[in-house]
């Protein structure tokens, strides 16, 4: 427990503020002499201020890890389990108390060779509002935070607006970041909602007001994390593994080399989070990757010249490097796509520039472009976008007890294309939308048209049936809103009989035309039938 100034001690005596430590850390920082990054937890609505544990242990482990190169200071912030969501008349009084901890906070570093000038918040429901709310005050300098995470923060409304207090609090927090949204430029702010399992805040109220002027802001449903991919209820998103460690990675990430605290460029804060939250290329996060890359090693070099390619490894002792010449499969595919089932961090796909001999010594890592799906890292680049690019090389290093398969494959985008129109409301799921795939690609778009509003929700069955009864790698449907980052992804071995629930949180913007996508990741001797019906059942828990 940290002592406050007799002032503040006096003025808010049910509040308390702490520090997180567990073993040898909690000894050596009894004393307060911290070296750490300041970064500060703020409980929900009946929230425990002993969540902050979650985080702190395993910032704890990583940093161990690193033999204390970099480790974070996790404070927490004791609210005495108040029920802010049900009256809000305390809210402001909490927001006062949280600005009267940050001060005291940055005061414990003061005379440190790497002392900071900010803290990182990580606010959990009602939290999360009471961060924002900060920059309400009148003497509160923005430049005291640098990131905000709020978890299953309903940021748009009160869940029940039961009172005034809470109503008058929304207001004057969502006004203040839309007018003086120029100020926010330097706070990135990431939201993280539940998804369908949040019974309490649904996640289209966790979803932050898009500002034409304000890019440094961030919403994402735990469903679309990467290596996350599924949704948390009300109370577990706060100590769900996967998003804490994309959390705790992330926080590594933003560690700037020079000052030792969280970087102060909001470009590379949000290519951080835009890495570990949206788009994971199945790679280590680096702020300029080389673009070039030299193609050494003693490897055999295969030419390839077909348009469908599959390689599977095992115990293979020798590296090979396989090159598809791009000129021959320009005139009839639009795009490729490359699939690889081993998922470890190494570059492994290439493009080489003007190559006309059998080997290419310098080449573009396209491994950045890659996406990291489960079960397998995906890559699909549409030919017309590298005209310079002669070849495509995919590498295949030697291998020790690794079994893992690649493929890839030219196609043309209209043939993998299929629009699948929504069937109507009340048609209380007796009438259906149906497709057949039955071509041997390995990766199908099926548009959902007419697919755009909060209070639609249907059912989409996917069957597929194999030719052969060999063990194939999983199939991967991935349901893509292309306005949001709500996807959500289901992996399913095959043949099998699959049910999809198709919702959204968020509906389809007035300016935006795309549809609702249905990602079907596939193998290559099945067909699959896709069959979509209204969910009456599901619409009433939507509406």
């Known amino acids: 427990k940290i002592k406050l100034p ?21 000894e050596e920082n009894k004393n307060l002499i911290l070296t750490g990054i300041p970064i500060l937890f703020l409980p929900g609505n009946a929230g425990s201020y002993k969540q902050v544990r979650s985080l702190g242990s395993i910032a704890l482990r990583k940093a161990e890890d690193l033999d204390f190169k970099y480790h974070f200071n996790f404070f927490s912030v004791n609210f005495n389990e108040e029920l802010v969501a049900l009256y809000g008349g305390t809210l402001q009084r909490q927001t006062k108390f949280v600005h009267e901890c940050i001060k005291v906070i940055l005061k414990l570093y003061r005379d440190r060779e790497f002392a900071p000038t900010s803290v990182a918040i990580v606010g959990h429901s009602m939290g999360g509002l009471v961060a924002r709310a900060l920059l309400t005050l009148k003497n509160f300098k923005p430049e005291l935070i640098n990131l905000l995470i ?17 109503t008058d609090f929304y207001t004057a927090v969502n006004n203040h970041w839309i007018l003086k949204a120029q100020d926010l430029r330097n706070l990135t702010t990431l939201s993280v909602a539940g998804g369908f399992r949040d019974y309490q805040v649904r996640s289209g109220l966790a979803f932050l007001p898009r500002l034409s002027q304000h890019d440094s802001a961030l919403s994402v449903v735990s469903s ?21 460690l994309a959390t705790i990675r992330a926080f590594f990430d933003l560690i700037d080399e020079n000052t030792r605290q969280i970087t102060e460029d909001p470009k590379k804060k949000m290519s951080v989070l835009n890495h570990h939250f949206v788009r994971h290329p199945g790679k280590i996060f680096e702020e300029n990757p080389n673009t070039f890359t030299e193609l050494t090693g003693a490897f055999t070099w295969i030419k390839v010249k077909t348009s469908k390619w599959t390689y599977s490894v095992y115990n293979d002792s020798v590296g090979k490097y396989f090159t598809f010449p791009l000129a021959s499969h320009r005139k009839s595919y639009s795009h490729v796509y490359c699939e690889n089932s081993l998922l470890d961090t190494s570059s492994w796909i290439y493009g080489c520039m003007n190559s006309n001999s059998s080997v290419c010594l310098e080449a573009v890592d396209l491994s950045w472009r890659a996406e990291l799906l489960p079960a397998i890292k995906v890559v699909i ?13 995919i590498l295949v290093p030697p ?9 890839c494959e030219f196609f043309q985008e209209d043939s993998r294309t299929i629009e699948l129109p929504a069937t109507n409301l009340f048609s209380f799921g007796l009438s259906s939308s149906k497709i057949l795939l039955n071509s041997t690609g ?14 639609q929700a249907f059912k989409i069955h996917v069957e597929s049936h194999c030719q052969s009864l060999i063990e194939r790698k999983p199939s991967v449907y991935r349901l893509h809103v292309p306005w ?10 095959v043949p099998s009989f699959t049910e999809i629930s198709a919702k959204l949180h968020v509906a389809q913007p007035e300016n935006d035309s795309r549809f609702p996508v249905l990602n079907i990741y596939s193998s290559s001797d099945c067909q699959y039938e896709v069959i979509l019906r209204t969910s009456f059942s599901q619409i009433l828990g939507q509406v």
């Not at 709020?150 to 809470?166: E, G, I, N, R």
């Not at 291998?399 to 493929?407: A, I, Q, S, W, Y």
Request: proline share 6%.
């Open 381 to 393: 680049l549409k030919l017309q976008d590298y005209p310079s690019l002669s070849h495509i090389v």
């Open 6 to 26: 007799k002032k503040t001690a006096r003025r808010y005596p049910a509040y308390e503020l702490y520090l997180y430590g567990e073993g040898n850390y909690a």
């Open 224 to 244: 679309a994390v990467p290596r996350a991919w599924a949704s948390t209820d009300h109370l577990s998103i706060v100590w769900c593994k996967e998003l804490i």
């Open 399 to 407: 291998m020790t007890g690794n079994k893992f398969t690649l493929d």
């Open 150 to 166: 709020t978890q299953a923060t309903p940021h748009v409304a009160p869940v029940m607006p039961l009172d005034k207090y809470l």
């Open 442 to 455: 390995l990766f199908y778009n099926v548009q959902l048209q007419h697919f755009n509003q909060v209070y």
């Open 484 to 493: 949001s980052h709500e996807d959500s992804l289901t992996v399913v071995k």
